[in-house]
Structure formats: C-alpha cells, structure tokens
C-alpha cells in the first residue's frame, strides 16, 4: 500500500525548481522550519502539497 502522504508531497528538487532556487537553499529553509509543511524522512526532506502550495505561490508572487 502506498502512502498517500507521500503521494502529496513533493522533494526538495522539485521544489527547487518550482521556485529557481538551490537544493541547498530549499534544504537550509526547511532545516530553519521556515518552508510550512517540511518533514522529514530519514535523510530526505519531502513537502506537503497544499502546506508548499501557498508557499510557492507567495515566492512567485514576490518576484513578479
């Protein structure tokens, strides 16, 4: 069975792109808690979608 969290979540290099940062950027912020929904698994930090959503949308909104 998979697990459905996972299923909407997004990893840091997805995220990095959606936003035109770094993987060391995005890893730092989420160490920091400052990316809403970031947790961990193991090694691997994973984004809740709709946590990440809205954060994405106020990183795109802050530079147009």
Request: aromatic content about 10%; charged content about 30%.
């Amino acid at each position: 069975m998979v697990d459905t969290e996972i299923m909407r979540s997004i990893d840091v290099v997805t995220l990095a792109k959606r936003i035109g940062a770094s993987r060391a950027w995005v890893t730092k912020q989420a160490r920091a808690g400052e990316i809403p929904g970031a947790y961990k698994i193991g090694n691997y930090w994973r984004f809740r979608l709709p946590e990440v959503e809205q954060y994405i949308k106020q990183i795109i909104n802050k530079t147009k």
